[in-house]
């Protein structure tokens, strides 16, 4: 499956992901906790700095994905701009975007083994304390392997329904599709049992 | 224990396909994605635990990256944006729903499926929803949900859809349902 890593390689793909976590939670919380809008304004041409420097494809691939904070910067806009307090509403805009680029600018540049790998690292104290966190390992597993399997099963219902009906295929067919997905689910879980299960004795 | 898995596992891709489903637009310009019947189904379908943990797991797989959420998003973006409530609420809502599922035993499954879906994924995820609005846009409660009512009625909608789908499922696949099962 694809994931949001940006395909342009940048330096900060090599950085430690826990390291680029911890830095996010850091940073969107000091967005949140200042209040001046000269740093809201620094910190906002500062973030969008860093995605212009893996050059212009990367930039504007993380801009189309900001855009769709669109909707809500119109409506506060609207709302300070009507109320008169523009400077604080500058503020929410501004913090907004800066944070959702900051966080969008991670995704973009871990890729997701490194993602899953910090996953396993914060399982570790669950499984000191005797939980076993394959089960949860194997769930992401499945989950990426499904999500496509499911999906050629709606396209090939829906193209059924279409070969049928002059309508629209509707809602109906979440019915049908929910009934294979079912069984397979059933066909899955017996294939896991049969290879000796999610909890080995060793484990 | 793997059935458990491999149905919280393929609930979660269940959310994730019916996010890809094209965007209706109802009537009056309000478009609604078919994601949340996802959430709905995992509490009326999964149960309460079982449906709670599908949308977690989802949600982690957002959070690492995954394109899963209605229209391609996806990332920790998407933890940071004004909706994040409405996420925050997902496996709430599964829970309640699945909680109210597990315990109504009195009435036709479509009528507790569908008002299970209303109780947990309306009243209780626009709950979440609204204050999560209200705090990242600095707003007062009143006005956050202001912008957020016209996606009620679609959400009624999906209820709606969500009571006979688990009712259908039931009677098709009475093993499955694992809210009734035990």
Redesign the interface.
């Known amino acids: 499956m694809i994931s949001l890593t940006s395909p342009v390689r940048t330096r900060a793909h090599d950085w430690p992901a826990g390291a680029k976590l911890a830095g996010l939670c850091l940073g969107t919380m000091v967005l949140f906790l200042m209040s001046d809008a000269r740093l809201h304004l620094a910190a906002l041409v500062a973030v969008l700095g860093l995605y212009a420097l893996p050059g212009a494809v990367f930039l504007r691939d993380g801009l189309r994905k900001l855009w769709m904070l669109w909707p809500f910067v119109l409506v506060v806009a609207l709302f300070h701009l009507v109320d008169g307090s523009v400077l604080a509403g500058a503020v929410i805009i501004m913090r907004l975007i800066t944070a959702v680029a900051l966080a969008n600018l991670v995704t973009m540049t871990t890729r997701l083994t490194d993602m899953i790998a910090v996953v396993h690292w914060l399982g570790a104290p669950l499984r000191r304390m005797g939980l076993r966190t394959r089960p949860l390992e194997v769930a992401m597993a499945l989950v990426i392997r499904m999500t496509p399997v499911l999906l050629d099963k709606g396209t090939a219902l829906t193209q059924s329904w279409r070969a049928r009906s002059p309508r629209r295929p509707n809602w109906r067919i979440v019915l049908p599709f929910t009934l294979l997905a079912l069984d397979d689910a059933d066909h899955i879980s017996d294939a896991l049992r049969a290879r000796g299960g999610l909890v080995t004795p060793e484990d | 224990?793997?059935?458990n898995?491999?149905?919280?596992?393929?609930f979660?891709?269940?959310i994730?396909?019916?996010g890809?489903i094209p965007k209706i637009t109802l009537g009056f310009g309000v478009p609604i994605t078919?994601q949340t019947?996802g959430v709905m189904?995992c509490g009326t379908v999964l149960g309460a635990r079982r449906g709670a943990l599908a949308c977690l797991?989802?949600l982690?797989?957002v959070a690492?990256?995954?394109?899963?959420l209605s229209?391609g998003?996806?990332?920790?973006?998407a933890?940071?944006?004004?909706s994040v409530g409405f996420l925050v609420g997902w496996p709430v809502a599964a829970f309640v729903t699945g909680w109210i599922v597990e315990r109504w035993r009195g009435a036709p499954l479509t009528l507790v499926a569908g008002l299970a879906s209303v109780i947990g994924g309306i009243v209780v995820l626009y709950g979440f929803g609204v204050v999560g609005m209200a705090l990242?846009?600095?707003?007062s409660l009143v006005?956050a949900a202001a912008?957020v009512t016209a996606f009620i009625p679609g959400d009624v909608l999906k209820a709606a859809?969500a009571g006979m789908?688990t009712a259908?499922?039931a009677k098709?696949?009475p093993a499955?349902v694992l809210s009734r099962a035990a």
């Open positions: 224990m793997e059935r898995v491999v149905m919280i596992a393929l979660a891709a269940l994730a396909v019916l890809l078919a019947l189904l797991l989802f982690l797989l690492i990256g995954l394109p899963l229209g998003r996806g990332g920790l973006g933890f940071v944006s004004p990242m846009l600095e707003k006005e912008l859809i789908l259908a499922l098709a696949r499955s």
